[in-house]
């Protein structure tokens, strides 16, 4: 990590898998998974993004329905992945994302690449 690079701290939902899988992150940024790390299983929506505002972290979801009102209500930020991507895939795209710094926005989408 070069010392001009932020670390952010991240918030995974139960939807995706334990922090672990994304070594990248989980090296370079404060990553902490709903269910493994903060003992939030089963968690309202609404309940996983107030915890997200209270610990200052931003949320890595793959519910973007619900989740996007919720964390512009409630001034989180949000990052939004499809089903389609592979942990791989997501662990390279977020990091990625984070180290070109978030601007000044609250929900960021991020898609899978098709193969060429």
Request: with cysteine.
């Amino acid at each position: 990590m070069s010392p001009h690079q932020d670390r952010f701290k991240l918030l995974l939902d139960e939807m995706l898998p334990k922090r672990d899988k994304f070594p990248i992150l989980n090296k370079l940024h404060n990553l902490k998974h709903i269910v493994h790390d903060v003992k939030g299983s089963g968690l309202k929506d609404e309940d996983v993004v107030l915890l997200a505002k209270k610990q200052k972290r931003i949320l890595i979801s793959k519910n973007d329905k619900h989740m996007i009102d919720l964390c512009n209500i409630n001034k989180v930020q949000l990052i939004c992945i499809t089903e389609t991507m592979r942990e791989e895939e997501i662990d390279k795209k977020i990091v990625a994302m984070l180290s070109r710094r978030l601007p000044n926005k609250s929900i960021f989408k991020i898609s899978h690449s098709p193969r060429k």
